[in-house]
């Protein structure tokens, strides 16, 4: 059982930066996929990126080149650097883990989420 927990949301202005943290319970946090999505109200859940066990990392077309995810497992902890933010980011931003290298099936846990808001 793996337990989720983001942090790191807020308000900034477009073309700042954000760091959402991603702090997972339990001893075998190394083992994970671990990635991030979010979600607009009214709108379907969408991949943002994602980080494997063996650090292989992927991410979706829109935010390539801006955001850049991390782990550290020392800490238990991913990471989703978000820079050079535009409005159009703005969503509540959720963790996921799976204990799988193929980060595109489904996931077993998720965090709560977190709202990021971007203003224009």
């Known amino acids: 059982q793996v337990q989720l927990v983001e942090s790191g949301g807020g308000l900034v202005q477009a073309g700042g930066s954000l760091r959402l943290s991603c702090a997972a319970s339990?001893?075998?946090?190394?083992?994970?996929?671990i990635s991030w999505f979010r979600q607009v109200p009214g709108k379907e859940r969408e991949f943002v990126a994602a980080i494997t066990y063996i650090g292989d990392t992927y991410y979706a077309d829109s935010v390539k080149g801006r955001f850049t995810i991390s782990r550290d497992n020392a800490r238990n902890t991913a990471y989703l650097q978000m820079n050079t933010l535009k409005p159009e980011d703005t969503a509540v931003y959720y963790c996921?883990?799976?204990?799988?290298?193929?980060?595109?099936?489904?996931?077993?846990?998720w965090g709560q989420g977190t709202q990021v808001t971007v203003s224009s």
């Open positions: 996921a883990a799976r204990r799988a290298l193929d980060y595109t099936g489904p996931y077993s846990y």
């Open positions: 339990g001893p075998t946090f190394s083992s994970y996929t």
